[in-house]
């Protein structure tokens, strides 16, 4: 099994802070969350489950021939269709050449759902709305101008997973996380990988945070070293420390139309360094997704396409980009009320704020690799 470098979770408790704070300060709550909404997912922590993995029934495994077990799919109407509001860009999946199979991060976070307090089950309404309004929304939404999208539910791991000191409870909820995702994966290649006169079909793996985790392991297992590799468009690796030679046959993206490689990056405020940093940060891959390099060079706001606010609509120019040392460094926000908010972890906004860029990438990956194959 690869080595995944998994960092802490600590930035959604500061996070929670800064928000307090403001607030006792009599800062306007609607202008708070005008500035972080655009950080995705739910959190509802920090939750300290009490029992170990063994003391909870495993929610039943979901099977992927149910439409109901996936949080989007390409011929139906989800969250992942959706366009921001003042972008002019539009859903192209229904003629899209390539999918893309997209795994999402760690949305339990709060108090026990279903059977287990340590595996979501993929059954419950209330979490299945998190995933869709958050991370599909935000996320996995910036691929539909080039892919088809795939996005499973799956037994996820509570966010305690990645808190608990006990190593063996930790592992066995990501690992039974895990099987779903190479389920669905399996479940993809099988049903949905093949054009209709039956040739395979591009993809682009892409994931943030606990759904990289699994990204990475599915890579190491279908792909590095593998036939499949042959299919692989890029893989998106975002919000997890994941280092460059991870992987023996994949290798990092240091150009925006490398194809068959991966990029990843984590975001923080300039001159910021976290206090885990030395827990894998500092031996990670940085790509900077206005340049798509790992170089330290800086990328200004005007190269910023635009990123996706709190109530996905289009943010002009949000964003500059620098790599430094295996973090993503930004400067002040330019939105609304940036100088109010003191969060140094963007970790939930990794994808938020690059989100045009990302989707141009992505298209420009797909044509580079479709002029590859035509040679």
Known sequence: MVRVLLLSHRSKRI?????????????SAVLILSITGILVGCHRGPYQITGGYDAFPAPAAPSYADQHAWAALPDRRDAADSIPKGATVKDAQKDA?????????????????????WNADITD??????????TI???????????????????QAHYYSFLTKN???????????????????????????????????????????????????????????????????AAYLVGIATPA???????????????????????????????YYEDGLNKALCTNPLTWSSSDTY???????????????LLVKPADAQVHNGLLWIGRLH?????????????????????????????QRIRAYNRQAMR
């Open 15 to 27: 996070s929670l802070y800064n928000h307090s704070l403001l607030l006792k300060r009599g800062i």
């Open 97 to 117: 050449g390539t999918d893309v199979f997209f795994i999402h991060p760690t949305i339990y976070t709060g108090k026990q759902q279903g059977p287990s307090a």
């Open 125 to 134: 309404a209330v979490m299945n709305k998190w995933v869709d309004q958050s």
């Open 137 to 155: 929304l935000n996320q996995a939404s910036v691929f539909n101008g080039s892919c088809r999208v795939f996005a499973p539910r799956y037994r």
């Open 167 to 233: 190593k063996a409870d930790k592992e066995k909820a990501l690992a039974l996380a895990y099987d779903d995702v190479k389920a669905a994966f399996l479940y993809y290649m099988d049903h949905y990988n093949r054009d209709a006169a039956g040739n395979p079909r591009p993809v682009v793996i892409a994931a943030h945070s606990q759904g990289t985790v699994h990204a990475t392991r599915l890579l190491a297992e279908f792909f590095d070293g593998q036939p499949l590799r042959r299919q692989l468009v």
């Open 245 to 275: 030679g991870i992987f023996k046959t994949i290798p990092a993206g240091e150009s925006p139309d490398q194809t068959g490689c991966f990029v990843s990056w984590n975001t923080f405020s300039r001159n910021y360094i976290p206090t």
């Open 299 to 313: 990328a200004g706001y005007d190269l910023n396409k635009g990123g996706v606010g709190p109530k996905f609509n």
């Open 335 to 363: 939105v609304r009320g940036a100088a109010l908010l003191r969060t140094k972890i963007w970790h939930r906004a990794d994808y938020n704020l690059f989100w045009m860029n990302i989707r141009e990438n992505v298209a």
